[in-house]
């Protein structure tokens, strides 16, 4: 896939805005059938197809993000029907009619972004963007995207549906957020009445709710588990910021295991760690490079000079005789959370030297785009 969007129109007006689509939304490719051919789909990188669209859709349900089509909604209905797998995987589906005064939200509105796709849409055609998801009708909490634009992870879809509907619902709501962004509701608007927010656990155990929407990096205790998610959701925000320090060559399981074995000792997450950071002269330190890369972690390094202007109660002259810094783990956790400490100030253990900090709620970095 080298383009997000797919394009595809089957009648005559319907390639007219569809090539006008192409041009103005980024990222598109366009299919129209060849009997509309004008001669200059090569040129612009149109692609002309035979037969019936069905044909071709169930290649493009695994190349592109987003289906953009100007088909009667009836009939990609009972095409896309076969070819549906999981509302995880799925590609956001938009319909457009035949005369562009309508863009609906067919598949995938939320994990697929078809909402968002038909809002651009329709503003591009000067279009009504169509939109039957219940939390977008009603502004309310999405509970299947709850701070994905901050990089949250959901622990479990099992009780999304319930949990969703319990929102929607208007019934008792705990947001219980120890941890976090904290600037997640969007709306100008306030919070409604039956949505009430937590700083802790144990604080919104002592209270009535329907339905829990859980936001920590703590492995929660099984009386927590029970009391909180027999109708709720666990999301993991990327607080942990992992200082790593380790012997020149050390292999990457080795700097793994100390990792899952530490956070596991401090009944924390694997999935709320946002990044690794150590000095510069690892910065091509291959055993790190790896474990990053297996998790989809970024890799912050700092020169000596900035490691030693965090204060250290144990700094090391060892350390500082071969690398020019009084420590590598204890001050590059600190500067890349900005924290005013350690959750872990250091371990050592064998060839890895490990530090750990949470970002402060008010640091957190802004929303991705």
């Known amino acids: 896939m080298s383009k997000p969007f797919a394009v595809v129109a089957i009648t005559k007006h319907g390639v007219e805005m569809a090539r006008r689509l192409a041009e103005q939304l980024a990222g598109t490719d366009l299919f129209y059938m060849s009997k509309f ?39 990609v209905v009972r ?48 279009a009504r963007p169509v939109i039957t998801t219940a939390s977008d009708v009603q502004q309310t909490i999405p509970v299947d995207l709850f701070g994905r634009s901050f990089g949250w992870e959901i622990e479990s879809f099992d009780k999304a ?42 604080q919104a155990m002592k209270t009535e709710f329907d339905a829990a929407l859980v936001v920590t990096d703590r492995l929660l205790l099984p009386e927590e588990e029970t009391a909180l998610l027999r109708n709720g959701v666990l999301y993991r925000p990327k607080t942990l910021v992992l200082g790593i320090g380790c012997n020149r060559g050390t292999p990457a399981d080795e700097i793994e ?22 000095i510069d002269l690892k910065k091509d330190e291959q055993g790190i490079l790896d474990v990053c890369s297996k998790y989809k972690w970024n890799l912050e390094t700092y020169t000596p000079e900035q490691l030693n202007a965090i204060p250290l109660r144990n700094p090391s002259k060892t350390v500082f005789k071969y690398t020019g810094a009084y420590g590598v ?12 400490d350690w959750l872990l100030e250091k371990k050592k253990s064998g060839n890895v030297t490990i530090s750990i900090a949470r970002v402060p709620k008010k640091l957190h970095r802004e929303a991705k785009v």
């Open 37 to 75: 051919v004008r001669g200059d789909e090569t040129e612009k990188g149109f692609q002309l197809f035979e037969g019936s669209v069905k044909l071709i859709l169930p290649d493009l349900f695994k190349r592109y993000n987003g289906i953009i089509l100007f088909i009667s909604l009836g009939a």
């Open 79 to 126: 095409m896309i029907a076969p070819i549906l797998e999981d509302k995880k995987k799925d590609p956001a589906v938009v319909v457009i009619d035949d005369r562009g005064e309508h863009a609906i939200s067919v598949l995938s509105g939320h994990l697929g972004g078809a909402n968002e796709l038909t809002r651009e849409v329709a503003n591009i055609l000067g």
């Open 161 to 202: 549906t319930p949990v969703s509907a319990s929102v929607v619902n208007e019934e008792r709501i705990a947001v219980v957020q120890e941890v976090g962004e904290t600037a997640w509701w969007p709306y100008d608007k306030p919070l409604p009445e039956h949505i009430r927010v937590y700083p802790d656990v144990q």
């Open 257 to 278: 295991r100390v990792i899952v074995d530490t956070l596991a000792e401090l009944k924390l997450s694997v999935k709320s760690v946002r990044n690794i950071a150590t």
């Open 329 to 340: 783990s204890e001050p590059a956790a600190r500067l890349s959370s900005m924290a005013d």
